[in-house]
């Protein structure tokens, strides 16, 4: 994964809208981990091979950054993004990982179930 080139995700973006996409999304504040550390509040998102249609995309901030996906009847919102998978044609792969390298939020975007 390279660090992410805001206005390349962006054209990614724009191509999958308004289509039929799958959606993965995942985030986690060490639940995998938590016990190894007793004071931290473990929490996690999985989500996998969801349906979506998005009217309107956007990635925005200066890093990390956000993505919001604007649906018919609500949103998708991801914060902490840093990478994005660019050997994919296809499907979008964004990434957040955190100071030692660990993910911590991960979005995909794909017109085939993952």
Not at 28 to 54: C, E, M, Q, V, W
Not at 58 to 81: D, F, N
């Amino acid at each position: 994964m390279q660090p992410i080139q805001r206005s390349d995700v962006q054209k990614r973006i724009d191509r999958l809208s308004d289509q039929d996409v799958f959606i993965h999304l995942e985030m986690t504040t060490g639940a995998y981990a938590a016990h190894y550390d007793s004071s931290k509040h473990p929490a996690s998102t999985f989500l996998t091979n969801a349906l979506i249609r998005y009217e309107h995309g956007k990635i925005t901030g200066a890093g990390p950054y956000r993505v919001g996906l604007k649906m018919r009847h609500g949103w998708v919102y991801v914060e902490g993004l840093t990478h994005c998978e660019e050997t994919e044609d296809e499907r979008l792969l964004l990434a957040g990982h955190d100071s030692e390298g660990k993910l911590v939020v991960a979005l995909q975007l794909s017109p085939l179930p993952f």
